[in-house]
């Protein structure tokens, strides 16, 4: 497995959000807060993003990923996800 490098780390809601930028256009933006799903169990939660440009970019729901978040996720799930998020077509 490949170490995926997040493309942007910053602080959110008293704990973290990290961002990938795949060169597919897609992305992902995986947090651990207070509001997340998981928070209370050292889990992380993870949406799919498409960029538009640059680093704006918008929550994708039309994905064979998945049409929500996903939470309460361990981190090799994570990475296991965003391998298959860099992969996407």
Do not use: C
Request: a negative charge.
């Amino acid at each position: 497995m490949i170490k995926i490098i997040p493309h942007l780390e910053r602080e959110l809601n008293g704990g973290v959000q990290k961002i990938y930028k795949f060169d597919n256009g897609y992305g992902a933006s995986v947090v651990q807060h207070d509001f997340s799903y998981g928070r209370n169990s050292d889990q992380w939660e993870l949406a799919v993003i498409k960029f538009k440009e640059d680093d704006d970019w918008v929550l994708d729901y039309d994905t064979p990923i998945t049409d929500d978040v996903i939470g309460y996720l361990e981190k090799e799930e994570v990475e296991e996800l965003l391998e298959r998020i860099r992969d996407l077509e």
